[in-house]
């Protein structure tokens, strides 16, 4: 009998064995997704929640947006150095580090007394966020191999899209249980437990890993990429609700100064035998270069498209945050379902899938469009349902794909790198989104909220027409090319 279960436990070992052995076992997997989940909802959670805040704390419709943006900057800008620090110093520790300072960010948001204290610890909660969520695709691309790691990639692009729509479901569900009258506070506040437990059982199954190359920290580069994305992102949001004012401009100007000479500094740096924080020669391999334009383009479309769906339901239907968590469910009920068959899906039919997926997300925006100019202003969230699923639909093979992709032939020791620059590119698309799309919106649905919500969709359809045609430059990943994907030249 001893022998018998001593036989079990080597052929079946525990995750903690796997991960003191250096391995990753599925409950790891499981586990770093859900730490890099919840950063990644809190970054749409607060949509649905805008109105109640506005309410409490008196905010304007600028401070509205700089509670999205604001943890959005700062999320992207330190993206990157994230993965460097995991790579250099251990994603385990880096991982449970940034994961408490996540959980007390989101402690203090849920008590802040003013909008400007809900602002700054939105920063803090980027900036941490920016540290923990690249350990994951980090830890992946270093623990597993082949069709174990093309699935972790895929369930990490799942997890992604899930999140967002995930996140305005809860959002509304919270708010509109007013748990001990808090009101909006519980939608930071479920972070806390949630994150503890996280903490706890990633502790102990989570293996520490590192580059076995590990490289310096790129401090100029770090500082000219935050402060280009801060002079672009910030009179985005801002200009609208003040009136452009003179700054405004100075800073889009400084911007594309500053993105120069980021350039400049990050080729000069890999010219001198560096590792930059952006090496020009990584952007530069087929699956970078490709995938993270799309990547891009594809979050500017859905960070827009959650942002004023979200205002879209409360501000012009008048339905409260209960329903207008809802009214995203029919989404995240078909991103679910079809996240769990996106991964087989690509490995058999490859980057068809993702054209077919895109053409299917295509059907649903345009359907969804038509339902909201066609029925205003009596449309029901029955009457969104379908449109809603189909999209959902769509975007589980796009998110799952597009993942996968980006990273198919970067070399193990830069994954951390590779990792941090393919979700920076991510945030800092969903951030453009809301600060052009949004504020473009926000213009318009002053005077007529169904053409100011067709005007952003428009848009995002482009996007979304272009990537079904597009995905014929991703690498292939079938499942004869899982094992070592080919890239076309």
Not at 229 to 244: D, I, M, N, Q, Y
Not at 301 to 311: C, E
Not at 457 to 466: C, D, F, H, N, S
Request: with cysteine; glycine share 10%.
């Amino acid at each position: 009998m001893a022998v018998t279960l001593s036989a079990r436990r080597a052929a079946h070992p525990s995750p903690r064995a796997v991960a003191l052995s250096g391995g990753l076992h599925p409950a790891g997997v499981f586990f770093l997704l859900a730490g890099a989940f919840l950063p990644i909802m809190d970054f749409f959670i607060t949509n649905v929640a805008l109105p109640s805040i506005d309410a409490s704390l008196h905010a304007s419709a600028s401070e509205l947006e700089l509670i999205i943006a604001g943890y959005g900057v700062a999320y992207a800008a330190l993206l990157v150095l994230g993965g460097r620090l995991g790579d250099r110093f251990g994603r385990h520790r880096i991982f449970l580090g940034a994961l408490v300072g996540f959980i007390v960010a989101s402690a203090v948001c849920g008590f802040a007394p003013t909008v400007g204290v809900l602002i700054a610890a939105r920063i803090v909660q980027g900036a941490t966020a920016a540290l923990l969520v690249p350990q994951v695709l980090a830890t992946f691309h270093h623990t597993l191999e082949h069709e174990r790691k093309a699935r972790a990639l895929a369930l990490y692009g799942a997890t992604s899209g899930i999140a967002a729509v995930v996140g305005q479901l809860v959002g509304g569900l919270l708010v509109s249980a007013d748990i001990a009258g808090a009101s909006w506070r519980p939608i930071f506040l479920v972070n806390v437990p949630i994150g503890l437990v996280v903490l706890v059982v990633a502790a102990r199954i989570v293996p520490n890993t590192r580059s076995d190359h590990p490289v310096g920290v790129d401090l100029p580069g770090t500082v000219l990429f935050a402060a280009t994305l801060t002079a672009v992102l910030v009179p985005l949001t801002e200009g609208h609700s003040l009136g452009w004012p003179w700054w405004t401009w100075a800073m889009i100007g400084l911007a594309v100064l500053l993105g120069i000479a980021t350039a400049v500094v990050e080729r000069r740096a890999e010219q001198r035998g560096q590792i930059p924080l952006l090496p020009p020669s990584l952007l530069k391999l087929p699956s970078m270069s490709r995938g993270l334009v799309m990547v891009f383009a594809f979050s500017i479309g859905f960070g827009a498209f959650m942002f004023v769906f979200a205002l879209t339901v409360q501000d012009g239907l008048h339905e409260d945050a209960l329903h207008g968590g809802l009214a995203i469910l029919p989404m995240a009920l078909l991103f679910f379902l079809g996240s769990l068959f996106a991964p087989k899906a690509i490995s058999r039919f490859g980057r068809a899938a993702l054209s077919v997926g895109a053409v299917i997300q295509l059907a649903g925006l345009a359907s969804l469009v038509a339902v909201v100019v066609d029925r205003w202003p009596h449309v029901r969230l029955w009457d969104m349902a379908v449109p809603l699923a189909l999209a959902g639909a769509g975007q589980s093979m796009l998110f799952a794909g597009l993942f996968r992709s980006v990273l198919a032939d970067v070399p193990t020791h830069l994954g951390g790198v590779g990792s941090g620059v393919l979700i920076t590119l991510q945030q800092s698309g969903l951030a453009l989104g809301v600060a052009t799309l949004g504020t473009l919106y926000i213009a318009r649905a002053e005077h007529n909220t169904p053409h100011a919500f067709a005007t952003v969709e428009y848009v995002q359809l482009v996007i979304i027409a272009l990537l079904a045609v597009g995905a014929a430059a991703l690498p292939r990943f079938t499942r004869a090319a899982a094992d070592a994907p080919v890239i076309d030249a």
